[in-house]
């Protein structure tokens, strides 16, 4: 955890940064020896480090040229449909530089200008068939789209926008130190830990808070002036006296790759405000959570009195565990115009060049992947493999015993399998075809299509196993989905309709008549 407490002295009002992250879930990460490119307020490093940001003007005027400049990268950046389009007109906050508070009124017609603007743009991105979904006008003038990389580049010709950047996907990261709390909370300026952060409003940009936690019990707040601010009144559920704002970007996640096929890689999820992590409410106790004891440990926020903004940009565990770029700038651009005095994220992703991994190798194992073996089942053993070479490293580490080695080549970026990618070609070998399926299960699981009902309905196909059989590409042989390939056939053994659960080859086809003969896809 980094706080820089000093800025707890600044007066209420005041633009001010906090950096804080906590874990509380061990992790273990390597961070020595990585390159890291600087670009204003960005870094950007090949491990997972903090991605601190600085709410002040600075940092307004820094966010167009840091992604002005993001465009002139090496072209190593992971494949996106996730595009920003920065529009040529600066933005509100170019415009009428200073508190929003003192700005707003007089920056609202030229912020109605930029929507309307906007939605001129719009109507011409729709007509090329990119979906819009979504837009800023107060840190930056921009809209967010999902698009491929050629309808990226005829974007950019459009008049008036000034550049279309891809956006990534962020981890959640943690980062352990503390520093001047104690002597900031005696300053005169503070006057003790009782009235440390009085005023101040903390914008959290992370899972989510918890408002019935017990570090945000405080009866003697109540919401200030205009606020609880929620972006639908069903978040206004996860405000209190305390956390005067709810705001959830988690289905900036949710749509897919191809939102006329949601079927194909959406990722349903909770889109409320709700903590399902507990990392924003573990964040959020550390910037400004009211003294509590549990057992004999007594716990105290840096800024016990300050006000707290719930701005949730992570999904749920398991299901989207990362952040997207436009979930991350628009809760950013309304952190900022709902008046928030000090946001913090902890976030970071990896570096859009430089290989991913070139350090040293400590201990290797070899382990063979076993014929059927799905890319799952090999997930779960190498867990536990790896969990006693830890251990084994830590005793070789701590006796002085421990020898590492070069790589022996440079390391490569694994790109984002594409839905195309994993749509099953029965014309190839029988064995490419059940490496695939293997490889690819349980998620992101490789697909055909079937006619089921007089509709065609993608099937996932989970575990096959090689058989014997000939035909046509894509026939079915038998009662047993037993499908002709190039060279032989597979038989499919687990399959998962769309919105079922994964079945049994013989229960799927009690309810999905395959009549041998059949073609697929």
């Known amino acids: 955890m980094e706080i820089d407490a000093e800025h707890l002295e600044s007066e209420p009002g005041r633009l001010t940064t906090l950096r804080i992250a906590r874990s509380f879930k061990s992790r273990a990460r390597s961070t020595g020896g990585v390159p890291t490119t600087k670009i204003s307020c960005y870094r950007i490093r090949s491990t997972i480090r903090p991605f601190p940001v600085r709410v002040s003007r600075a940092f307004f005027r820094a966010i167009p040229l840091a992604f002005a400049l993001l465009s002139h990268l090496p072209a190593a950046a992971p494949p996106s449909n996730e595009w920003l389009a920065l529009l040529e007109e600066p933005s509100a906050i170019e415009r009428f530089p200073g508190r929003i508070e003192q700005t707003r009124a007089a920056s609202e017609p030229y912020r109605q200008h930029l929507r309307a603007v906007q939605q001129n743009m719009r109507t011409q991105m729709e007509a090329m068939h990119v979906t819009v979904t979504g837009a800023v006008q107060h840190l930056m003038n921009g809209m967010f789209v999902r698009a491929t990389p050629d309808q990226a580049a005829a974007l950019r010709t459009l008049s008036g926008?000034?550049?279309?950047?891809?956006?990534?996907?962020?981890?959640?990261?943690?980062?352990l130190m503390m520093s001047k709390v104690q002597q900031a909370w005696a300053s005169a300026a503070i006057g003790g830990q009782s009235n440390a952060g009085k005023g101040l409003k903390i914008g959290i940009i992370d899972t989510g808070i918890d408002q019935t936690h017990p570090?945000?019990?405080?009866?003697?707040?109540?919401?200030?002036?205009g606020f609880p601010k929620c972006d639908v009144p069903s978040n206004c559920a996860f405000t209190s006296g305390k956390v005067i704002v709810a705001r959830s970007y988690v289905s900036t996640l949710t749509a897919g790759s191809n939102p006329s096929d949601p079927a194909a890689d959406s990722r349903p999820d909770d889109v409320s405000a709700r903590d399902l992590d507990g990392h924003g409410t573990a964040v959020a106790s550390v910037a400004a959570g009211v003294p509590?004891?549990?057992?004999?440990?007594?716990?105290?926020?840096?800024?016990?009195?300050?006000?707290?903004?719930?701005?949730?940009?992570?999904?749920?565990?398991?299901?989207?565990?990362?952040?997207?770029?436009?979930?991350?700038i628009q809760a950013l651009d309304d952190?900022?115009?709902?008046?928030m005095d000090v946001v913090n994220l902890s976030s970071g992703g990896p570096a859009f060049g430089s290989p991913l991994?070139?350090?040293?190798?400590?201990?290797a194992e070899r382990e063979p992947i076993r014929p059927d073996e799905t890319a799952g089942e090999l997930h779960d053993r190498l867990a536990v493999v790896g969990a006693a070479l830890m251990v084994r490293a830590l005793r070789d580490l701590e006796q002085g015993a421990l020898a590492c080695w070069p790589q022996h080549d440079e390391g490569t970026y694994a790109t984002k399998i594409e839905t195309r990618e994993r749509r099953i070609d029965w014309s190839r070998p029988a064995r490419e075809v059940h490496n695939l399926i293997r490889g690819l299960s349980p998620h992101p699981g490789a697909w055909f299509e079937i006619e089921l009902n007089g509709k065609r309905e993608r099937v996932r196909a989970l575990r096959s196993i090689l058989s014997e059989g000939e035909g046509k590409p894509g026939t079915v042989l038998d009662n047993q989905l037993t499908i002709a390939c190039d060279e032989s056939a597979v038989r499919l053994t687990e399959v998962q309709r769309a919105g079922k659960r994964a079945m049994p080859?013989?229960?799927?086809?009690?309810?999905?008549?395959?009549?041998?003969?059949?073609?697929?896809?």
């Open 357 to 363: 991994d070139t350090g040293a190798v400590c201990l």
């Open 215 to 225: 570090s945000f019990q405080d009866s003697s707040l109540s919401p200030p002036a």
């Open 335 to 339: 952190a900022v115009t709902d008046g």
């Open 161 to 175: 926008v000034k550049a279309v950047v891809p956006l990534r996907r962020y981890q959640k990261t943690d980062q």
């Open 292 to 328: 509590v004891t549990v057992g004999a440990i007594s716990m105290s926020g840096v800024a016990p009195k300050a006000y707290l903004g719930n701005y949730k940009i992570f999904g749920s565990p398991e299901v989207n565990n990362g952040a997207s770029g436009s979930g991350m």
């Open 505 to 521: 080859a013989e229960e799927f086809l009690r309810g999905a008549t395959l009549r041998p003969r059949t073609i697929l896809n």
